[in-house]
């Protein structure tokens, strides 16, 4: 049983192939957390027939219809709320969402909220690619200040929205923040998030390279990797950026964790105390 | 060499045979930071000062805390004028790790210099720089056995383990200093008198334990027939099987995107892209299976195969 959970991780054997090459442009980061992804899938040995996942609209919405395993591809922002009907119908599946930052924060970003609040046991997975690649690279709500895209010729001025802080405030339990360069961090990130009971929003941050980078200039793919790291550390830290070699856990890994009660729990509680009470009056 | 068969005193008649007074006899202490050598070197010094010999000790112990290496030249006799000991030129030679002994033989007077060494291996970092599984050292691969029937008036010691058997395993160099002592012409209530003195007061008695046990050591020495010479042996057998560990690097050019993120990353620079700007394996020896392109590949491009070692594996 050792030996097998041990087997050595050839991520083919999650992927739909028929599919490949798949239709994400050169160097984009969606494909590296997608293999962070089955990773911990692997690791946590789910089944293709107990793994749901669930998309939205956007680069991010398309990289789960690569994964064998049962997907659902939905409308544009709203992969949260489908994933809660889903996770009430069938409790025994492992539903894990996929969505974007334009999907998640800016056109689902209701559905986001409620479903921190409502803290069912989900996984959501955001992947950060500060645009809406897409549809021609407009501005979403994580776009950085002084960036350009075809919606701020004049580079942006908007303010950007902190995912992790809006999750954790919302009442998400458990909320986490990686970058793609750190594949194995980000795995087991992913495992510690599935593995969580309750609701998981962890922000991935990757990279669009042929849209957003080529327009900002934020050089070639291996670049734009290489500098995640150095361009996170000042940038996305907010107040941090006073003391930009503050401990990795005030950026990245967990940020939140609490045991919250999850909804299925709270709601099987509520039923039973009614009960009781029916019972005694 | 068969005619060094019954030299169990040669290491003695040498340099008492010498005219201490008259030319100055060089001991040369070499080893790496933390074991001993500026002890070794001071406690000589010291001694041959206390017997009226004008003595000059001159030392390197730059890179000492870092486990580099540390030597000391230590010349007396009835005038000496420079500290240091010309190549060629030492009549003994210290050495406490068993690397630094042998970088330092030539120092060594040619036929008639005597070497006495540590077995110890201290594998520094820049020795490990081939960073495929399982790759050979670049530490010394000569085994104990060949140097010694190489140098003649040598010896060798696992001054370590019999420290470590009197139970003051950092006693090693006072250790080398008994089998030192055998060597030069002083009575060996003075040599204890002065290691007395160099020593942390609570560990006297250890040391001077030390001390006799490392005299006793090289009066029974035999070079034939001795247990650290095959234990010594014993540490150059055992290598893994490199050609066994070849790692296969499996590129799907269908799915390659040609976006350079391999290229750019891996650490031995052994992946280019082709004419047809497809990503290509162009030095399959330098890849050590460390996975990194694996991983950062977005388009899942490259499947890296290592042979399963059962017992290693993560």
């Not at chain 1, 500060?130 to 010729?153: A, H, I, L």
């Not at chain 1, 080529?214 to 996305?236: C, F, I, P, T």
């Amino acid at each position: 049983m050792i030996e097998e959970s041990r087997q050595k991780f050839d991520i083919r054997n999650n992927l739909r192939t028929e599919l490949f090459p798949h239709f994400m442009c050169p160097g984009c980061g969606h494909g590296i957390a997608l293999r962070a992804l089955l990773w911990a899938v692997h690791e946590l040995e789910i089944s293709k027939d107990q793994l749901a996942i669930v998309s939205g609209i956007g680069c991010s919405g398309r990289t789960g219809a690569y994964i064998d395993a049962t997907t659902i591809h939905t409308t544009h922002g709203r992969p949260l709320a489908y994933a809660t009907g889903l996770k009430l119908a069938r409790p025994d599946l492992e539903v894990i969402v996929i969505t974007g930052d334009g999907d998640c924060l800016a056109i689902g970003g209701n559905h986001l909220i409620h479903a921190c609040r409502r803290n069912l046991n989900l996984t959501c997975l955001m992947l950060n690619n500060e645009t809406y690649g897409m549809t021609g690279g407009q501005v979403s709500p994580t776009t950085r200040n002084e960036r350009f895209t075809t919606t701020t010729p004049l580079g942006n001025y908007e303010p950007v929205f902190d995912a992790c802080a809006l999750a954790s405030g919302a009442g998400a339990s458990m909320v986490g923040r990686e970058i793609t360069m750190h594949v194995t961090a980000l795995k087991d990130l992913i495992k510690e998030g599935i593995s969580h009971q309750g609701f998981t929003f962890l922000e991935i941050l990757s990279d669009c390279t042929e849209i957003y980078g080529r327009k900002n200039e934020l050089g070639e793919s291996a670049e734009m990797v290489l500098s995640q790291k150095a361009e996170y550390r000042s940038d996305s830290y907010g107040n941090q950026v006073e003391e930009p070699f503050q401990p990795r856990n005030i950026g990245t890994g967990v940020l939140t964790k609490n045991d919250r009660t999850e909804y299925m729990e709270a709601c099987r509680l509520h039923n039973q105390s009614k009960q009781s009470g029916t019972a005694n009056s | 060499m068969p005619q060094l068969n019954n030299e169990t005193k040669h290491l003695e008649a040498i340099v008492k045979s010498a005219p201490l007074e008259e030319i100055p006899t060089n001991v040369l202490v070499v080893g790496v930071g933390g074991q001993g050598v500026i002890m070794i070197s001071k406690v000589l010094a010291a001694l041959c000062q206390e017997q009226g010999f004008d003595v000059k000790q001159s030392e390197v112990h730059g890179m000492a805390k870092r486990g580099g290496s540390v030597f000391s030249h230590v010349r007396f006799g009835r005038q000496v004028f420079s500290p240091t000991i010309p190549k060629g030129d030492a009549d003994i030679l210290v050495a406490l790790e068993w690397a630094e002994g042998l970088r330092w033989l030539p120092y060594l007077k040619p036929e008639k210099g005597i070497f006495i060494g540590d077995t110890q291996r201290i594998v520094p970092p820049f020795a490990c720089r081939d960073r495929r599984r399982f790759a050979a050292s670049g530490y010394v691969q000569e085994s104990v056995d060949q140097v010694i029937r190489l140098v003649p008036n040598s010896s060798a010691m696992d001054a370590v383990a019999m420290a470590r058997e009197l139970g003051v395993p950092k006693a090693a160099n006072t250790i080398l200093l008994g089998a030192l002592s055998t060597t030069l012409n002083f009575e060996e209530a003075a040599w204890k008198s002065v290691i007395a003195r160099f020593v942390p007061p609570k560990t006297v008695d250890a040391n001077l334990q030390a001390f006799d046990s490392g005299r006793a050591w090289i009066r029974n020495f035999d070079r034939q027939a001795d247990s650290a010479m095959e234990a010594g042996t014993a540490l150059d057998s055992g290598a893994w099987p490199m050609e066994q560990d070849q790692t296969w690097v499996e590129i799907n050019t269908a799915w390659c995107k040609s976006c350079d993120i391999c290229v750019k990353l891996c650490p031995e620079r052994c992946l280019a892209l082709d004419d047809q700007q497809l990503v290509q394996l162009i030095k399959p020896e330098a890849c050590t299976g460390c996975r990194v392109c694996e991983r950062l590949c977005p388009d899942f491009a490259i499947n890296i195969h290592t042979p399963a070692f059962p017992e290693l594996r993560p």
